[in-house]
Each structure stands twice: as structure tokens, then as C-alpha cells.
């Protein structure tokens, strides 16, 4: 299984990234796929998690309403769509993918509940 995140960058205030996470190997449309991040020295924390129908979507409550998931369960792709980024997201991001469709949210938002990770990517947001 392999789990290929793309799409960071450095960006200032306000602007918009649209990171991706390409997967091999997995049963993608029956697995939940979540984002994390990690700020340097901070620990490894949930951004967001889509179900595999797509029709329930998690957020932190730091990114509501400015990030948005999505997935194209053809395309074994789910996308982190970050919009007004601020500079405290600054943080290497993770896909993830968790085997269990049913997972509850509770469980999404804690890292060991995914079986799977990306290599992460880096976004940094100067002001």
C-alpha cells in the first residue's frame, strides 16, 4: 500500500493550496481517509477525515469552514482543499487511510486508528 501526498508549498496569508493524496494498493473506496498535520515541535494532529461514500466529512474545528476534503473513489484520490490559510498551518501534512468504512468519529481524529501513511507534505504560510 502506498499513500503519495502531494501539493505543499509556501504560500502567504490568505492564499489557497489544494493538496492531493494519490493511493495504490488499497481498497480505497471501501477505506476512510483522513488528513493530519504536524508544526515542528508539536504533535501529529486531525484535520480532516471523509468516509468512503464521501457524504460525511470531518473537520477540526481550526479548519471549518476554510478547508475542504473530498475524494474520487475512481481515482483512488483524496484532496485537502485549504483556502485563507493562516500562518499557524504551517505544518508537514499526512494523508492517511484507515481500512475500517465504519470507524466512528471519535476514533478518526486519533493517528493510531489509520493503518496507513503518506510521506507527508510540507505547507508553509508566511505572513
Known amino acids: 500500500v502506498q499513500l503519495q501526498a502531494s501539493g505543499g508549498g509556501l504560500v502567504q496569508t490568505g492564499d489557497s493550496l489544494r493538496l492531493s493524496c494519490v493511493t495504490s494498493?488499497?481498497?480505497?473506496?471501501?477505506?476512510?481517509m483522513g488528513w493530519f498535520r504536524q508544526a515542528q515541535g508539536k504533535e501529529r494532529e486531525f484535520v480532516a477525515a471523509i468516509k468512503w461514500s464521501g457524504g460525511n466529512r470531518y473537520y477540526a474545528d481550526s479548519v471549518k469552514g476554510r478547508f475542504t476534503i473530498s475524494r474520487d473513489n475512481a481515482m483512488n484520490t483524496v484532496w485537502l482543499q485549504m483556502n485563507s490559510l493562516k500562518t499557524e498551518d504551517t505544518a508537514v501534512y499526512y494523508c492517511?487511510?484507515?481500512?475500517?468504512?465504519?470507524?466512528?468519529?471519535?476514533?478518526?481524529?486519533?493517528?493510531?486508528?489509520?493503518?496507513?501513511w503518506g510521506q507527508g507534505t510540507l505547507v508553509t504560510v508566511s505572513s
Open positions: 492517511a487511510a484507515d481500512r475500517e468504512p465504519f470507524a466512528t468519529l471519535s476514533s478518526l481524529r486519533v493517528p493510531s486508528a489509520y493503518d496507513y
Open positions: 494498493g488499497l481498497t480505497f473506496s471501501r477505506s476512510v
